[in-house]
C-alpha cells in the first residue's frame, strides 16, 4: 500500500498571500494523484486530477504540479472561502487508493 | 445536476452489521463508464477508500476490508449501497458515497457524508 505524506499538517496564512501545501508518495504514482478538498458540513470537492488538471469548476487560483513521488497543490491568491482541510491522493497502485492525512489551512 | 445522498442508521452497536445506502438523483446510476464507490472520514485514520462497484456488477474493494465489506447495486431504485460486518468503535466515521466517472477511485462528484457511530 503507498504511504501519501502531506505537509504541513497546518498552514495559516494572510489573505492573498500565495500558499504551497505539499504531498509525498512512498513510491511513484506517475501523474495519478489528484488533490480534494474538505469543508465541514459540505461535499468534498474534486479540485484537481491527473496531478494537474483541474476540475470543472474550479478557480483557476488552485493549480497542481509534480510527477512519481513529488506533488504540490498551490492556491495563487489565498481567499476566505479556501479555509479547509486539503487531501492529496494517489489512484495509481491500487487498490487501494490511498491518502495523504490532510493539511489544513487557515486565515491569519 | 447529480446529487447523492446517504441514508442509514446513525448509531450501530459493536460486533454488529452497518448498512448504508446511497440514493442517486439528477443522472442515472446505470450510465456507461461510471463507477460508484464508498469512502470514510475517521479521526484516527483519516480518508479510506472502502470500494467501488459499476452498474453491470463488478465490484473493487480495499483489500484491508475486503473480508468485511459488500457494495451492492440495486439500477430499479437509482442507488447503491454499503454493508460493513463485525463493527468496532474503530468504525465510527463519517462515511461519504461517491461517483468516479473514468477510474474506479478517483471521484468527482460526493454525498454529503453520514456520521455512523459504534456503540453500545
Known amino acids: 500500500e503507498i504511504v501519501m505524506t502531506q505537509s504541513p499538517l497546518i498552514l495559516s496564512a494572510s489573505p492573498g498571500e500565495r500558499v504551497t501545501l505539499s504531498c509525498r508518495a512512498s513510491q511513484s504514482v506517475s501523474l495519478n494523484l489528484a488533490w480534494l478538498q474538505l469543508k465541514p458540513g459540505q461535499a468534498p470537492r474534486l479540485l484537481i486530477y491527473r496531478a494537474s488538471t483541474r476540475a470543472s469548476g474550479i478557480s483557476d487560483r488552485f493549480s497542481g504540479s509534480g510527477f512519481g513521488t513529488e506533488f504540490t497543490l498551490t492556491i495563487s491568491s489565498l481567499q476566505s472561502e479556501d479555509v479547509a482541510v486539503y487531501y492529496c491522493q494517489q489512484y495509481n497502485n491500487r487498490p487501494p487508493a490511498t491518502f495523504g492525512q490532510g493539511t489544513k489551512v487557515e486565515i491569519k | 445536476q447529480l446529487q447523492l445522498q446517504e441514508s442509514g442508521p446513525g448509531l450501530v452497536k459493536p460486533s454488529e452489521s452497518l448498512s448504508l445506502i446511497c440514493t442517486v438523483s439528477?443522472?442515472?446510476?446505470?450510465?456507461?463508464?461510471?463507477?460508484w464507490g464508498w469512502v470514510r472520514q475517521s479521526p484516527g485514520k483519516g480518508l479510506e477508500w472502502f470500494g467501488s462497484?459499476?452498474?453491470?456488477?463488478?465490484?473493487y474493494y480495499n483489500p484491508s476490508m475486503k473480508s468485511r465489506v459488500t457494495i451492492s447495486v440495486d439500477t430499479s431504485k437509482n442507488q447503491f449501497s454499503l454493508q460493513l460486518n463485525s463493527v468496532t468503535d474503530a468504525d465510527t466515521a463519517v462515511y461519504y458515497c461517491?461517483?468516479?466517472?473514468?477510474?474506479?477511485?478517483?471521484?468527482?462528484?460526493w454525498g454529503l457524508g453520514t456520521l455512523v457511530t459504534v456503540s453500545s
Open positions: 461517491a461517483r468516479a466517472p473514468q477510474v474506479w477511485d478517483l471521484f468527482d462528484s
Open positions: 439528477g443522472g442515472s446510476i446505470s450510465t456507461s463508464g461510471k463507477y
Open positions: 462497484i459499476y452498474f453491470g456488477g463488478s465490484t
